[in-house]
């Protein structure tokens, strides 16, 4: 009982070291690499390329002949393919597909089942010892 | 060594938090910044102001998007 006891403060303390551990590299590496996402799309420099980039899109366009109406409508096409960026962030982060949703319901029933069985297996148990 | 363990389990979740929430305080400003080198690239070319503007405003959207991202997986997560 008191081996026991001494094993379960030993496994807390780990794993409050280990989650300690983990918080001190998440803490640093984290607001680095989302700062790092951040400022390769929302920075003045970004801006600037990306302005360059539409800009010279439209000119050709222009220069091409292209009545201003369309030339705009087109360089906002053009743009609107990075805000695509958006969209897939949101179907890797919080996008959940049916697929993933059944194998979701497949999982906890399958679990509920197992609790279900192992709650049955230790009532048989505690009645053979009675 | 518990004690010290949770102290500084809880000044390590501190200064992620602080370093999130600066991050997204910073956020708008650098979006504004953002923009404007973008709309002046493009006036630069000839394009009206009204015109760069909207086009300018995707960045905005691509702000509100990954923002709506980053609040919906937290929701999930809890």
Same mark, same amino acid.
């Given at each position: 009982?008191?081996?026991?006891?001494?094993?379960?403060?030993?496994?807390?303390?780990?794993?409050?070291?280990?989650? +300690?551990?983990?918080?001190?590299?998440?803490?640093?590496?984290?607001?680095? =690499?989302?700062?790092?996402?951040?400022?390769?799309?929302?920075?003045?420099?970004?801006?600037?390329?990306?302005?360059?980039?539409?800009?010279?899109?439209?000119?050709?366009?222009?220069?091409?002949?292209?009545?201003?109406?369309?030339?705009?409508?087109? @360089?906002?096409?053009?743009?609107?393919?990075?805000?695509?960026?958006?969209?897939?962030?949101?179907?890797?982060?919080?996008?959940?597909?049916?697929?993933?949703?059944?194998?979701?319901?497949?999982?906890?029933?399958?679990?509920?089942?197992?609790?279900?069985?192992?709650?049955?297996?230790?009532?048989?148990?505690?009645?053979?010892?009675? | 060594?518990?004690?010290?363990?949770?102290?500084?389990?809880?000044?390590?979740? @501190? +200064?992620?938090?602080?370093?999130?929430?600066? =991050?997204?305080?910073?956020?708008?400003?650098?979006?504004?910044?953002?923009?404007?080198?973008?709309?002046?690239?493009?006036?630069?070319?000839?394009? @009206?102001?009204?015109?760069?503007?909207?086009?300018?405003?995707?960045?905005?959207? =691509?702000?509100?998007?990954?923002?709506?991202?980053?609040?919906?997986?937290?929701?999930?997560? +809890?």
């Amino acid at each position: 009982m008191a081996e026991e006891k001494e094993r379960k403060k030993k496994e807390e303390k780990e794993d409050v070291e280990e989650l +300690r551990e983990v918080l001190s590299v998440v803490s640093k590496e984290v607001p680095a =690499l989302i700062k790092g996402i951040i400022a390769s799309v929302f920075s003045e420099e970004a801006g600037r390329d990306m302005g360059r980039a539409a800009a010279a899109f439209y000119k050709e366009l222009k220069e091409a002949g292209m009545p201003d109406d369309v030339a705009v409508k087109m @360089t906002e096409g053009y743009i609107s393919s990075f805000t695509s960026l958006g969209e897939v962030m949101k179907r890797a982060v919080g996008g959940k597909g049916e697929e993933s949703k059944e194998l979701e319901k497949e999982i906890s029933k399958r679990i509920k089942e197992k609790l279900a069985e192992k709650g049955l297996a230790e009532k048989e148990e505690e009645e053979d010892e009675d | 060594m518990r004690l010290r363990s949770i102290i500084s389990l809880v000044l390590h979740a @501190t +200064r992620l938090l602080l370093s999130l929430l600066a =991050l997204w305080l910073s956020l708008g400003w650098k979006v504004r910044r953002a923009r404007k080198a973008f709309e002046k690239e493009l006036a630069k070319m000839g394009m @009206t102001k009204k015109d760069a503007k909207k086009l300018s405003a995707w960045y905005s959207k =691509l702000k509100n998007d990954i923002m709506q991202t980053v609040k919906s997986s937290l929701f999930a997560w +809890r």
